[in-house]
């Protein structure tokens, strides 16, 4: 990509909703989205053009069954970005680290056997986990959002066979760290517990922040640990099918070989778009990340400024915000409120289990226009 200023300009309103994304196709003209996690900039110029290049000469055919020339890109891009050492030969591709966890549940866990995850959780464990005829467990976060060790090792203890671990979490953005993951690692190990790591939000680490991969953490997570990733949440590109499982051990790889093959359902414009971000995309990453570094402090700003009794910790990484709102005694689903009385979505805390109940998710993947204008909206919301 030429030298230049990166081009972030993010759409109008009107612009927006006629994009065909879930993010901008579920509400009435009138209501500014702040739901789903995609971002609202440009793509980066590099994937735009290898996509351009894809459907000019043709290219839309079955995707190859090796990761190939991805593999090599994402093992140089984890290197640079998150200083992490990955044998392209442990990457295997799969459509999306959802269809990953499926697959690797239903190969690693017996049916009826329990895989547990932390919540506040990602809405699809709980909706889609089940698919692979396993039995879930939540372990609710502990305060400031840490992982519960006490819940974890009663769980280990109760039977849990696999755990999925977010991080960065979703939805409060918080990275976990290496004392932290350290400590968890061991306690799997000393239970012979399998650590599925969705990494996904990874590589939108904000200022401030250091993401550890699980695969560094030590020897007893490289051993039964299995990263999952994409470049779909950084690069803003979910629609195109393409994610990458990563093991780096002889039983970590072993195990991926159980799973079925996936390459058919991976597409081809998202292997292609996936090696262009990860190969040249790194100038526009910096500036999605120093935006969304601005973006957060803004929102923090206005929250403070004009709805003092919302509480929240700015996140450590990514463009989601888990907002406390039960101090403004509009029950459990803030969210149907702030829609109905304000015309702005926010995705509501209910879905990421119990432990939601009051909050909600609010997306500042966008302009500071749109992040002032759906604070603006929460506010007339409760006026």
């Given at each position: 990509?030429?030298?230049?200023?990166?081009?972030?300009?993010?759409?109008?309103?009107?612009?927006?909703?006629?994009?065909?994304?879930?993010?901008?196709?579920?509400?009435?003209?009138?209501?500014?989205?702040?739901?789903?996690?995609?971002?609202?900039?440009?793509?980066?110029?590099?994937?735009?053009?290898?996509?351009?290049?894809?459907?000019?000469?043709?290219?839309?055919?079955?995707?190859?069954?090796?990761?190939?020339?991805?593999?090599?890109?994402?093992?140089?891009?984890?290197?640079?970005?998150?200083?992490?050492?990955?044998?392209?030969?442990?990457?295997?591709?799969?459509?999306?680290?959802?269809?990953?966890?499926?697959?690797?549940?239903?190969?690693?866990?017996?049916?009826?056997?329990?895989?547990?995850?932390?919540?506040?959780?990602?809405?699809?464990?709980?909706?889609?986990?089940?698919?692979?005829?396993?039995?879930?467990?939540?372990?609710?976060?502990?305060?400031?959002?840490?992982?519960?060790?006490?819940?974890?090792?009663?769980?280990?203890?109760?039977?849990?066979?696999?755990?999925?671990?977010?991080?960065?979490?979703?939805?409060?953005?918080?990275?976990?760290?290496?004392?932290?993951?350290?400590?968890?690692?061991?306690?799997?190990?000393s239970y012979d517990c399998w650590v599925f790591a969705d990494e996904i939000h990874a590589p939108l680490v904000l200022a401030g922040a250091t993401h550890t991969p699980w695969l560094e953490v030590s020897d007893a997570a490289r051993e039964r640990g299995i990263a999952l990733t994409s470049a779909s949440k950084a690069f803003n590109m979910a629609g195109?099918?393409?994610?990458?499982?990563?093991?780096?051990?002889?039983?970590?790889?072993?195990?991926?070989q159980r799973i079925p093959l996936l390459t058919d359902r991976v597409g081809i414009l998202g292997v292609i778009a996936a090696e262009a971000a990860f190969t040249q995309g790194d100038r526009w990453l910096d500036a999605v990340r120093g935006q969304l570094t601005t973006n957060r402090a803004l929102l923090g700003e206005l929250l403070q400024a004009q709805?003092?009794?919302?509480?929240?910790?700015?996140?450590?990484?990514?463009?989601?915000?888990?907002?406390?709102?039960?101090?403004?005694?509009?029950?459990?689903?803030?969210?149907?409120?702030?829609?109905?009385?304000?015309?702005?979505?926010?995705?509501?805390?209910?879905?990421?289990?119990?432990?939601?109940?009051?909050?909600?998710?609010?997306?500042?993947?966008?302009?500071?226009?749109?992040?002032?204008?759906?604070?603006?909206?929460?506010?007339?919301?409760?006026?």
């Amino acid at each position: 990509m030429p030298e230049g200023p990166i081009d972030l300009q993010v759409p109008d309103l009107a612009t927006l909703h006629m994009r065909r994304s879930e993010k901008w196709s579920g509400h009435d003209p009138d209501v500014l989205e702040s739901t789903v996690a995609e971002m609202d900039f440009p793509l980066a110029p590099d994937v735009t053009a290898a996509l351009h290049a894809a459907v000019d000469r043709h290219d839309l055919g079955y995707t190859p069954p090796k990761a190939g020339p991805l593999a090599a890109a994402f093992a140089a891009f984890a290197r640079r970005q998150l200083g992490w050492t990955v044998d392209q030969d442990q990457v295997t591709l799969v459509p999306d680290v959802m269809a990953g966890l499926i697959e690797l549940c239903t190969a690693l866990v017996a049916p009826g056997e329990q895989v547990a995850f932390c919540t506040p959780a990602y809405p699809p464990f709980f909706a889609e986990l089940p698919q692979a005829r396993v039995k879930l467990v939540s372990l609710a976060l502990g305060p400031a959002g840490v992982i519960d060790l006490e819940k974890l090792e009663a769980g280990l203890a109760a039977g849990v066979r696999a755990l999925v671990l977010t991080n960065p979490h979703n939805p409060t953005g918080r990275v976990a760290s290496p004392a932290e993951l350290e400590q968890t690692a061991e306690l799997c190990a000393s239970y012979d517990c399998w650590v599925f790591a969705d990494e996904i939000h990874a590589p939108l680490v904000l200022a401030g922040a250091t993401h550890t991969p699980w695969l560094e953490v030590s020897d007893a997570a490289r051993e039964r640990g299995i990263a999952l990733t994409s470049a779909s949440k950084a690069f803003n590109m979910a629609g195109l099918k393409a994610a990458l499982m990563i093991t780096a051990s002889d039983r970590a790889r072993e195990a991926v070989q159980r799973i079925p093959l996936l390459t058919d359902r991976v597409g081809i414009l998202g292997v292609i778009a996936a090696e262009a971000a990860f190969t040249q995309g790194d100038r526009w990453l910096d500036a999605v990340r120093g935006q969304l570094t601005t973006n957060r402090a803004l929102l923090g700003e206005l929250l403070q400024a004009q709805l003092p009794k919302i509480n929240w910790k700015p996140p450590d990484a990514s463009y989601l915000a888990w907002l406390d709102c039960r101090a403004l005694a509009l029950g459990d689903d803030p969210a149907e409120a702030f829609l109905a009385w304000g015309r702005v979505a926010l995705s509501r805390g209910l879905d990421y289990g119990p432990e939601g109940a009051g909050y909600v998710r609010l997306n500042f993947g966008t302009s500071p226009e749109h992040v002032a204008d759906a604070v603006r909206r929460i506010a007339r919301a409760v006026a």
